[in-house]
């Protein structure tokens, strides 16, 4: 059975960085075709996919936030963690992770998200 | 600005069909055949619906089918349910530059 399931803070200061957390279960990300990305979701907005590394530790990020993002993982803790830097009130959302196998193009298994509040 | 363009909103009656549109551009609908469809309802994670186009993982009823013209992709549900009323999302492979790209959503109503 595969889960996800994310973790972090809930509240952070604009200009503090914010670090999550994915652990998931049921996939190994050491298994070729394996990936994990991140999506946000502002409330009562559209989703928006923020970032995404491969079982070969390939990586990719949403060009718009580049700069702000770093994604690494911990096969034998099976984690995968975002980091993204100089937070806004813009960035307040529901961080979800997600899964792809196959090294395909969708993602097929979610995490149930966390919201993330950027304010003073 | 999202990406992708959906219409806001789509509504039908329990039994009739729906569709919901997607459109791109060349380099992201038009350009790979990796559309995917996601349900979601209010306070849950997305689902997949539909992948590559026109492919549905299993345990997703053969009511929900997808399709590609040109730049658009289109999701139709069929004999519609109550428990189809949920907003959908598109998204599309956009190449290196920018992988993935969602479109804004539509809010389906079941009338």
């Known amino acids: 059975q595969v889960t996800l399931r994310e973790s972090g803070p809930a509240l952070v200061k604009p200009t503090q960085t914010l670090t999550l957390t994915c652990t998931f279960s049921g996939f190994s990300l050491s298994t070729s075709g394996m990936c994990v990305s991140w999506i946000r979701q502002p409330p009562g907005k559209a989703l928006e996919w923020l970032a995404r590394i491969d079982w070969d530790d390939d990586k990719y990020y949403s060009t718009s936030l580049k700069t702000r993002l770093t994604i690494s993982k911990d096969t034998s803790k099976n984690q995968v963690v975002l980091t993204m830097t100089n937070m806004d009130p813009v960035d307040t959302a529901t961080y979800y992770c997600a899964r792809t196998n196959h090294g395909g193009y969708y993602f097929d298994y979610w995490g149930q998200g966390t919201l993330v509040t950027v304010s003073s | 600005q999202s990406a992708l363009t959906q219409p806001r909103s789509v509504s039908g009656s329990p039994g009739q069909s729906v569709t919901i549109s997607c459109t791109g551009t060349?380099?992201?609908?038009?350009?790979?055949?990796?559309v995917s469809w996601y349900q979601q309802h209010p306070g849950k994670a997305p689902k997949l619906m539909i992948y590559d186009v026109s492919k549905r993982p299993s345990g997703v009823p053969d009511r929900f089918s997808g399709s590609k013209s040109g730049n658009t992709a289109s999701l139709t549900i069929s004999g519609l349910q109550a428990e189809d009323e949920a907003d959908y999302y598109c998204?599309?492979?956009?190449?290196?530059?920018?992988?993935?790209?969602f479109g804004g959503g539509t809010k389906l109503t079941v009338l």
């Open positions: 998204c599309s492979y956009a190449g290196s530059y920018t992988p993935w790209v």
């Open positions: 060349s380099s992201d609908v038009g350009g790979y055949n990796y």
